[in-house]
């Protein structure tokens, strides 16, 4: 994979943007959380952090928007230090291949969730991050990590969508009873949920997401940092579960139409990593019938055409 000069890289994103804006077949805000249903699906943005150089912007990059499921790449870096490798006997690391809030598997697999991205491992990650002190302080490590990796305070939590999902929350309810049912939540359910629903209220922009998931592309470190965020080994680790379980169940797909390790969000964000080049991120709040963005999705596959940026191999012009 190469590296790209900058211009070029800009006439890319610009032209994706200018793409994107032309672009009638949009998806369906998410209703479920009634906050994130006021979003406009008219937005459009992109951004790219280079392994080297300033990050590069096009569209509406700057406009924030809940991240949602896209912290859990974030929650997950910090349980992986907190729990070790203690982490994957309460969590699995296979692909479900159901909805990332399916309930089916938990009750067949005894309350140990498939994977850290769908809402169930989530549940578990966050219960992990809150043990043994009270939801604020795990709610403030979460967006402590987010503020130091976009290299931004004014990184927020979007307390309106936090609230949202707390009155809605029902189906995360019901995974995490079941899953403390069967041992494997060790606060009360409510705090555990608490710290979930405020760190899927993070809010960035595509600007800040791609600064922030740049530690990802260069081997747990980042510039201008002077300890690595994670090891390279966890690093590595986090890619791999991007790739095979980030966008749920069609995780498969994107691999194998794009193969950029990603993760998606219910607010229309998706994070990218091409190991070793860039993080990228791509927003649109009109969500394909998987629960990620229609156009962030369609914006990775001109992206991976146009630069040949794929773990596999370039995608060529026929697909
Ligand atoms: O728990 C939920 O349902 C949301 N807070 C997050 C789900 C999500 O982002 C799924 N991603 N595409």
Same mark, same amino acid.
Request: proline share 3%; with cysteine.
């Given at each position: 994979?190469?590296?790209?000069?900058?211009?070029?890289?800009?006439?890319?994103?610009?032209?994706?943007?200018?793409?994107?804006?032309?672009?009638? !077949?949009?998806?369906?805000? =998410?209703? %479920?959380?009634?906050?994130?249903?006021?979003?406009?699906?008219?937005?459009?943005?992109?951004?790219?952090?280079?392994?080297?150089?300033?990050?590069?912007?096009?569209? *509406?990059?700057?406009?924030?928007?809940?991240?949602?499921?896209?912290?859990?790449?974030?929650?997950?870096?910090?349980?992986?230090?907190?729990?070790?490798? !203690?982490?994957?006997?309460?969590?699995?690391?296979?692909?479900?291949?159901?909805?990332?809030?399916?309930?089916?598997?938990?009750?067949?697999?005894?309350?140990?969730?498939?994977?850290?991205?769908?809402?169930?491992?989530?549940?578990?990650?966050?219960?992990?991050?809150?043990?043994?002190?009270?939801?604020?302080?795990?709610?403030? *490590?979460?967006?402590?990590?987010?503020?130091?990796?976009?290299?931004?305070?004014?990184?927020?939590?979007?307390?309106?969508? =936090?609230?949202?999902?707390?009155?809605?929350?029902?189906?995360?309810?019901?995974?995490?009873?079941?899953?403390?049912?069967?041992?494997?939540?060790?606060?009360?359910?409510?705090?555990?949920?608490?710290? %979930?629903?405020?760190?899927?209220?993070?809010?960035?922009?595509?600007?800040?997401?791609?600064? =922030?998931?740049? %530690?990802?592309?260069?081997?747990?470190?980042?510039?201008?940092?002077?300890?690595?965020?994670?090891?390279?080994?966890?690093?590595?680790?986090?890619?791999?579960?991007?790739?095979?379980?980030?966008? %749920?169940?069609?995780?498969?797909?994107?691999?194998?139409?794009?193969?950029?390790?990603?993760?998606?969000?219910?607010?229309?964000?998706?994070?990218?990593?091409?190991?070793?080049?860039?993080?990228?991120?791509?927003?649109?709040?009109?969500?394909?019938?998987?629960?990620?963005?229609?156009?962030?999705?369609?914006?990775?596959?001109?992206?991976?055409?146009?630069?040949?940026?794929?773990?596999?191999?370039?995608?060529?012009?026929?697909?």
């Amino acid at each position: 994979m190469t590296e790209m000069r900058t211009e070029v890289l800009q006439e890319i994103l610009d032209e994706i943007a200018r793409d994107m804006a032309h672009q009638t !077949e949009r998806g369906a805000v =998410a209703s %479920y959380i009634p906050e994130l249903a006021k979003a406009d699906r008219s937005r459009f943005g992109i951004a790219v952090a280079p392994i080297e150089g300033d990050v590069l912007v096009a569209g *509406d990059a700057d406009e924030r928007f809940s991240i949602q499921s896209i912290s859990k790449v974030f929650t997950l870096t910090l349980a992986m230090e907190r729990a070790g490798r !203690e982490l994957w006997s309460r969590v699995g690391r296979e692909p479900s291949g159901n909805r990332f809030n399916s309930i089916v598997q938990l009750e067949q697999e005894r309350g140990v969730p498939r994977n850290p991205f769908i809402n169930a491992g989530a549940i578990v990650v966050a219960d992990i991050l809150l043990e043994g002190r009270a939801p604020d302080a795990a709610i403030g *490590d979460v967006l402590a990590l987010c503020r130091r990796l976009a290299q931004d305070e004014t990184v927020g939590i979007d307390d309106a969508v =936090a609230e949202s999902e707390t009155r809605t929350g029902e189906r995360n309810r019901a995974l995490a009873y079941f899953m403390s049912a069967e041992g494997n939540l060790r606060e009360p359910v409510d705090k555990t949920l608490d710290v %979930y629903f405020h760190q899927c209220a993070v809010a960035m922009s595509c600007r800040q997401l791609a600064r =922030a998931g740049s %530690y990802l592309c260069a081997a747990g470190r980042k510039r201008g940092f002077a300890d690595k965020v994670v090891t390279l080994d966890r690093a590595r680790r986090i890619n791999a579960l991007m790739m095979t379980c980030g966008l %749920y169940d069609a995780s498969g797909e994107f691999a194998f139409q794009i193969g950029i390790p990603a993760k998606s969000g219910v607010g229309g964000g998706v994070l990218g990593i091409v190991p070793g080049v860039a993080s990228i991120a791509a927003w649109s709040p009109g969500l394909d019938t998987h629960g990620s963005s229609l156009l962030g999705q369609a914006a990775f596959r001109e992206l991976a055409r146009r630069t040949g940026w794929s773990v596999f191999g370039p995608v060529s012009e026929d697909g």
